[in-house]
């Protein structure tokens, strides 16, 4: 994970940056041709101006960081609030929609994609964002809320909307999201709990008490017709 503000990339030389957002490229996007694709990436735009905004952001030009990171959005669809905290290896493909809040901590290799919010919940001061550990990846549409930490290798779904700690190693899906595997084994139900509401389950359980009670009404009825009946007949 990051070990300082001096996220990997800011204090790095131009041509050593390029030569690495390639290699990252090529990794990670089979869609791609040849080295020269790069300069056309919106990973590749963003981070250029990222790593400017970042460096605004740290020296306390508050208003000159936003203003660089805001160019980056309205070109790439990506918005990197520039407070964010980004490792090295870190690639947004495609990139539109995406959304990366002011508290987030980013660790090294670390894939998005589109429409990815990594973001707030209106509910907390301070440290309002999340903690990203290394070589997570996030599909497309998920949306993770809340200054928890999604833990190293762990790969949440598409569409998923991930609400509280996943530990590492783990695949979550859903919404709310829920670890389905981990240590690349699946998960039996029984141990998905993860404290979160379930309305549809606690509905079902109030439809079974409420059913039990009927029952034993119903039987108790029963009992007093038979006592009544038996009662009339011995005094006939
Ligand atoms: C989550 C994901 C990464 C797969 O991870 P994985 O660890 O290999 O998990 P699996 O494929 O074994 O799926 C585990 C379970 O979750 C379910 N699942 C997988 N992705 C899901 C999703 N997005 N939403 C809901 N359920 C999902 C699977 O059906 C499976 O359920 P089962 O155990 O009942 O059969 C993948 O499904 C995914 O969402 N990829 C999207 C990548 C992306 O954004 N691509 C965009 C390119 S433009």
């Not at 050593?16 to 957002?21: A, D, G, H, M, W």
């Not at 040849?34 to 306390?60: I, N």
């Not at 290394?134 to 200054?147: F, H, P, R, T």
């Not at 007093?224 to 011995?234: A, P, S, Y």
């Amino acid at each position: 994970m990051l070990e300082s503000d001096t996220y990997g990339g800011v204090g790095v030389g131009f041509l050593k940056y390029v030569r690495e957002e390639i290699r990252i490229i090529r990794e990670r996007d089979p869609a791609i041709h040849s080295a020269w694709e790069v300069f056309l990436y919106p990973s590749f735009c963003v981070m250029m101006h990222y790593r400017v905004a970042h460096r605004l952001y740290l020296s306390g030009h508050y208003f000159w960081a936003r203003y660089i990171s805001q160019r980056g959005a309205r070109k790439t669809g990506i918005e990197i609030h520039p407070g964010a905290r980004i490792g090295s290896g870190f690639f947004v493909d495609h990139g539109n929609g995406v959304i990366i809040g002011e508290t987030a901590v980013i660790g090294n290799n670390v894939t998005l994609y589109q429409g990815v919010t990594l973001g707030g919940t209106g509910k907390e001061q301070g440290k309002r964002h999340p903690t990203i550990e290394d070589n997570v990846m996030i599909s497309a549409g998920a949306k993770v809320l809340g200054s928890f930490t999604v833990g190293e290798n762990s790969k949440i779904g598409a569409g998923s909307v991930v609400l509280s700690a996943v530990p590492p190693n783990s695949t979550v899906v859903g919404v709310p999201g829920r670890v389905v595997r981990r240590d690349n084994q699946p998960l039996p139900r029984e141990t998905m709990d993860q404290n979160l509401p379930d309305p549809v389950k606690e509905d079902i359980m109030d439809l079974q008490k409420a059913n039990s009670e009927l029952i034993n009404r119903v039987l108790e009825l029963e009992e007093q017709m038979k006592r009544i009946q038996k009662k009339e007949k011995e005094t006939l």
